[in-house]
């Protein structure tokens, strides 16, 4: 069984790999054409953009790959051996804190090479060294509490029931439609959230979400801008009421008709159910996830020298989601790119066709994201339509189109996952 599933990890790693170095290439190619929303200067800093960030993620999955085999074959007796508590409970929890602080520091220099290199040369990132500190200390309390005492039922769960993957599923499944609503709260701690002021934007805003059969719940502006100058708007919560959050770059780069546009498109998804959909979605990946890793012979823990118990379980659970995810990406994908389509076309009927156009246009020249991807990666990744098909489908065609005029670039550019992967917050 342990040989079965090194071999399904490398075909995995494999395709992962092949995928990203056909992006490489294709962009490479594309960048020497003619270009396409942008003028010359600012596509080939986009392309350049695109390149170095897969660049790094192949390093990345290699780095990936060696600690999969690393952890399978030698790393859970390692850390076992480390580990001794009386109570299974506190061995299990404390057996995962140590699995994932040693995956955060294998992985801690790829975030900072990404963020104050890559972002950085590219005039992306605003982030200083004690923020980004701040910010990581933050993150590691929030998890120890709140992880820690999910890592406590879990571990409860399968240490007394025959069938813990149908209750951890449960578990799982809650705490996931939960952190929808909580995502607002675990922001504030990161970001400050200050009223919109009484004007025509916050008056019109509420039209538009009683427009939608909404009710605003709060319209509150983002300090994003403090991290990052890419732009970004999102509504919060599961029910009727809702926040709206926008980001402080978004509100400096957009006018009044463009930004209702943006917010139409994001009512399209709450109008069309989009949200419990992309939740159903992630249940059944879930689901079949927990079935599949609940129902892992103990031949396969004793093969790798370790007992079957609740810590190396979970950290197995862990190891193999991004493998089975892998598996359901195209589909999740496939489905999200059709409400995207869907969500433009409810966009364009509450803000207006041509504001929707307007602001995809503009959000292409402020963030010079590279419009175009090999089509595998559209296939497996793209969650959002390639901007060009969705300028089409609004009945737009830009493949010969040139935005702006050449100019000294000074801040490079941002690749193309999607236009709205800035905007949209799902």
Do not use: C
Not at 28 to 42: C, F, Q, S, Y
Not at 46 to 60: C, F, G, I, Q, T
Not at 137 to 164: D, M
Not at 225 to 236: E, H, I, P, T, Y
């Amino acid at each position: 069984m342990l040989e079965i599933i090194l071999a399904l990890y490398t075909i995995y790693t494999f395709m992962r790999i092949y995928i990203s170095v056909m992006q490489i290439g294709y962009i490479n190619d594309e960048k020497r054409k003619d270009p396409v929303l942008m003028p010359k200067g600012k596509y080939t800093v986009a392309a350049n953009y695109a390149v170095a960030k897969e660049k790094l993620s192949l390093v990345e999955m290699f780095v990936d790959y060696l600690m999969f085999v690393w952890w399978v074959l030698a790393g859970f007796v390692f850390l076992s051996s480390l580990i001794h508590a009386e109570n299974a409970i506190i061995q299990a929890v404390l057996f995962l804190f140590g699995f994932i602080a040693i995956n955060y520091v294998v992985g801690l220099p790829f975030q900072l090479y990404q963020t104050f290199k890559i972002d950085e040369d590219f005039g992306f990132n605003k982030m200083t060294p004690k923020m980004f500190i701040m910010d990581n200390l933050k993150s590691a309390l929030l998890f120890f509490v709140i992880g820690g005492v999910i890592f406590s039922l879990l571990a409860w769960i399968i240490s007394n029931y025959a069938n813990w993957w149908l209750l951890g599923f449960i578990l799982m499944f809650s705490i996931a439609v939960m952190a929808n609503v909580l995502m607002p709260f675990f922001m504030s701690l990161f970001n400050k959230f200050s009223p919109l002021e009484e004007g025509e934007l916050r008056d019109a805003i509420i039209r538009l979400m009683e427009q939608a059969g909404l009710k605003s719940d709060g319209i509150f502006i983002m300090d994003a801008s403090k991290r990052d100058s890419r732009l970004n708007a999102f509504f919060g919560g599961l029910g009727k009421s809702k926040r709206v959050v926008l980001f402080d770059t978004l509100v400096e780069k957009l006018n009044q008709k463009e930004l209702l546009a943006v917010l139409g498109h994001e009512l399209g998804h709450f109008s069309h159910g989009d949200i419990w959909k992309n939740i159903a979605l992630m249940g059944v990946l879930l689901f079949i996830s927990f079935y599949l890793f609940g129902h892992l012979p103990d031949d396969l823990f004793i093969a790798m020298g370790v007992s079957p118990e609740a810590g190396v379980k979970i950290a197995m659970l862990m190891l193999l989601l991004p493998l089975v995810s892998f598996v359901f990406t195209p589909v999740m994908s496939y489905v999200s790119r059709h409400n995207e389509y869907a969500a433009d076309e409810f966009g364009s009927k509450m803000g207006g066709k041509e504001n929707l156009v307007s602001a995809l246009m503009k959000l292409v020249t402020e963030n010079k994201a590279f419009p175009k991807s090999h089509p595998l990666v559209i296939f497996f990744y793209y969650t959002h339509p390639p901007v060009l098909e969705r300028l089409k489908e609004l009945g737009y065609d830009a493949s010969n189109v040139i935005i702006g005029e050449e100019e000294k670039l000074e801040e490079p550019a941002l690749p193309n996952d999607g236009i709205f992967a800035y905007i949209d917050k799902e």
